[in-house]
């Protein structure tokens, strides 16, 4: 049995992981740690909590004393840190929390790995860290780090102090850089399912700048089958790319979402532009594939047909997040 630390299991992408991997294993015993920002949401998880190898707390990682303690209470010898404050317009409006959560709260995880000599430290990371490509260009885990908003530094941060550790102290860190995700519980600030409700709602859908940003588009389930490669099978000190060869200008996203949901093009508004706005990414996913032998398994319109699907039958769910009351979920179970 593998005594895991997982961070940020209350979020977008941690939940999908908690709901994947507890599907499957019954040798990870899984013991949770999120803050519940606004980003975190205990419902996402409503499908593992009665398992017996599923613990949830809530607390911060930035929090030395209560890491410890969990260190301790679980003898926990495995961490996959998905924690973050991961969104880039709300580090444009103001970094601290991002410096506080992505950069000391990984510094405080890394500190308890060396105390408490953990076998594998997983640090989930972005291709953010790379910066942005003009129309040529892919990132390689060789391309140097070139983070232009806050919230990309404080990964980039977070990815270098890492390596750090592992070179100074041989802690066994491994990271992966993934690009944009999509898929069901994606938090309704993020490009796919801000469209999708918005065009649900009858609300205008803003579109950034000229709307031809492109991102390289991934499956959650496709990106945490890496993590979980990785985790397993992943060379101490090294960082693997994950994406599935996707990229896609934002406007021909959202007009395949209007598309699927029979709605008029005269809903996009263009709006004023992200500021710094990173104009493309693209990523190079050949290490993992010949070195660990992952790969993606889901196709773009499939699985993008299925999540906006996810959002029609599950408009409870996104409901309760407009309304807040997806927050007072943890006070009726564990209050
Ligand atoms: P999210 O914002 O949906 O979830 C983040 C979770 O972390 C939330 O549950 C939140 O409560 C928790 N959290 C935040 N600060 C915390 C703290 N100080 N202590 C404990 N918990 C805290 O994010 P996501 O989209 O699921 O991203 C998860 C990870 O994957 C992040 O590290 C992000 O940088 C990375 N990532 C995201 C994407 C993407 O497309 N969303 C792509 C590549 C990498
Ligand atoms: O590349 C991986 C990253 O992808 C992760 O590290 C981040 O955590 C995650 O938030 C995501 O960052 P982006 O900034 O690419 O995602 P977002 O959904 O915010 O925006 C996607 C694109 O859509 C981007 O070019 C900005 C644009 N956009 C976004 C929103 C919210 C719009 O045009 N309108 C919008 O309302």
Redesign the pocket.
């Known amino acids: 049995m593998k005594n895991i630390l997982v961070t940020g299991g209350a979020g977008f992408i941690g939940s999908n992981f908690i709901n994947y991997i507890l599907a499957k294993r019954d040798d990870y015993n899984i013991v949770i740690l999120d803050k519940l920002t606004y980003a975190g949401n205990l419902e996402n998880l409503i499908a593992s909590e009665a398992k017996k190898n599923y613990h949830f707390i809530k607390g911060d990682i930035s929090n030395k004393e209560l890491v410890n303690y969990l260190f301790t209470k679980f003898d926990i010898k495995y961490v996959i840190n998905f924690a973050?404050e991961?969104?880039?317009?709300r580090s444009i409006l103001g970094s601290e929390v991002f410096f506080k959560s992505n950069v000391l709260g990984t510094n405080i995880l890394l500190e308890a790995a060396r105390k408490f000599s953990v076998k594998k430290f997983l640090q989930v990371s972005?291709?953010?860290v790379y910066g942005s490509l003009d129309s040529d260009g892919i990132f390689t885990e060789d391309t140097p780090l070139h983070p232009n908003?806050p919230?990309?530094a404080s990964?980039a941060s977070a990815d270098m102090m890492a390596l750090a550790f592992h070179h100074t102290y041989g802690i066994p860190v491994v990271i992966t850089r993934?690009?944009?995700?999509y898929g069901p519980y994606q938090f309704p600030?993020?490009?796919?399912p801000?469209?999708i409700i918005n065009s649900l709602k009858g609300k205008k859908?803003?579109?950034?700048?000229d709307?031809m940003?492109v991102?390289?588009w991934v499956y959650v389930i496709d990106h945490n089958a890496a993590v979980e490669t990785v985790f397993e099978n992943g060379k101490s000190g090294e960082v693997y790319n994950v994406g599935a060869n996707t990229e896609m200008p934002?406007i021909k996203i959202?007009k395949l979402i209007l598309s699927e949901l029979g709605k008029s093009e005269d809903m996009i508004e263009f709006?004023k532009d992200?500021l710094g706005?990173?104009r493309r990414?693209a990523i190079d996913s050949t290490k993992i594939e010949n070195e660990l032998g992952w790969s993606p398994k889901f196709n773009f319109e499939e699985a993008m047909s299925q999540t906006i699907k996810w959002f029609l039958t599950n408009k409870a769910w996104w409901e309760r997040i407009i309304t807040g009351e997806y927050q007072n979920y943890y006070e009726t179970q564990y209050g």
């Open positions: 973050a991961s969104h880039v317009d972005t291709d953010e908003s919230y990309a990964k993934c690009s944009n995700n600030e993020k490009l796919i801000l469209m859908l803003p579109v950034y700048g709307g940003n991102r390289d934002n959202v709006v992200r706005h990173d990414y």
